[in-house]
């Protein structure tokens, strides 16, 4: 395997698991309890996939440039976006199935209260269909639990060619010009969502989980530090194994402790439209880290006549980051449905419960079940990908 990807990969299932963490706390926790906040800055898992997709995708655009070079095949562009969508489609429209006859079972036939209400309207189920919710208010994160990050990794998967062809360009001025594209977004971005917001007479605000937040500039940056690390390493390029592996580490601490006392601590409503990217270079500097180490530990192998250890926690994270798309479709059935049903049937006659213990008792096991339940659905995607190659 790529030891590049297989990193990455460790950093999707950190991400994962953040993502688990944040939303397992649907209906248990009752009150503001002091550790709440932490738990919600599992939502930041997502930055960690934007930016591992930035990275990825350039191995994809890469190897369609090679294959339209050895014979003649459809547009890349349009090769590409098919791809992504053929990719990511039938696993989203499959559990989309699934909460549509969820909320009418538990809605329409056992007035249950379920853990997702889905809007059930034509436009936002086309729109969600076709993954252009990222641009309606009303249906970014209405149809789907959690469905605004597909929205909004799609339209950062259209601006993919465009952001690759200028990193390129710059690498070709001068390496260190690179950086510019992901500074320059992050102003384009704070002016934009700015505007957007005065247009809108405020109707359309910037905080947390709203719509200017899920809007796809706001993690254009994020998503650009990834291909921006991709040239810094490509053709031997060897950036990582370069750099001190001390200070990565001190900049990934410092960048992260200093965006989870920013999320706990906003300073303003603007805090939200650079917090993304700030979690992005976070990422960036784990990830500069674990090449690093993967490098030094590729040399060891190479000395070595007998397998190195194999680390179990790193080892179960590569797994949960290759099963990560599976793992995100399969979640909700028991972050939102799951602890919902718990949460009534312990409360149902005036009962109570502590909380924080219930949610510490449901946690290891919610990560295992959705965990293997990510792992067959990844088996069924890849066989319905192989089959949708073959036709």
């Known amino acids: ?192 969502l700015g505007r957007i917001s005065d247009m809108s007479d405020n109707e359309l605000y910037l905080d947390n989980n709203t719509f200017l937040y899920f809007f796809f500039t706001n993690h254009l940056p994020c998503f650009c530090l990834g291909i921006l690390l991709f040239f810094q390493e490509k053709k031997n390029a060897r950036f990582c194994a370069r750099f001190p592996l001390a200070v990565s580490a001190l900049l990934f601490a410092v960048t992260t402790g200093f965006c989870v006392y920013w999320f706990m601590n906003p300073t303003s409503d603007r805090t939200y439209a650079l917090l993304p990217s700030l979690v992005g270079l976070s990422a960036y500097w784990l990830a500069v880290a674990l090449l690093h180490i993967e490098v030094r530990l590729k040399t060891l192998r190479g000395k070595k006549q007998h397998s190195p250890h194999v680390n179990p926690l790193t080892e179960f994270l590569a797994q949960c980051g290759r099963n990560s798309y599976g793992m995100y479709l399969a979640h909700p059935l028991i972050c939102w449905y799951g602890t919902k049903a718990l949460n009534y049937f312990l409360t149902e006659n005036n009962g109570t419960y502590n909380d924080l213990l219930l949610y510490g008792l449901l946690l290891v096991p919610s990560v295992f079940i959705v965990f293997v339940m990510g792992l067959y659905v990844e088996k069924l995607l890849t066989w319905i990908d192989h089959r949708l190659r073959r036709s």
């Open 1 to 192: 395997m790529n030891q590049k990807l297989k990193s990455m990969d460790i950093i999707k299932g950190l991400g994962i698991i953040m993502i688990i963490i944040v939303h397992n706390r649907h209906f248990i926790m009752q009150d503001m309890s002091g550790l709440r906040p932490l738990m919600n800055y599992g939502q930041m898992g997502c930055q960690l996939f934007f930016f591992v997709s930035g990275f990825a995708l350039c191995y994809s655009w890469e190897h369609l440039s090679e294959s339209n070079r050895r014979r003649r095949r459809a547009p890349k562009l349009l090769r590409f976006v098919l791809r992504r969508y053929l990719r990511l489609a039938p696993g989203f429209l499959l559990f989309m199935i699934i909460h549509f006859g969820l909320n009418i079972l538990l809605i329409n036939v056992l007035s249950f209260p379920p853990g997702f209400i889905m809007n059930r309207e034509l436009p936002g189920i086309l729109t969600n269909v076709f993954f252009l919710h990222g641009l309606f208010p009303d249906y970014i994160n209405s149809v789907f639990p959690g469905g605004w990050y597909i929205g909004t990794a799609f339209l950062l998967y259209l601006a993919f060619p465009f952001l690759y062809g200028i990193v390129r360009r710059l690498r070709r001025i001068h390496p260190l010009c690179m950086p510019i594209l992901p500074i320059a977004l992050l102003i384009l971005n704070v002016f934009l």
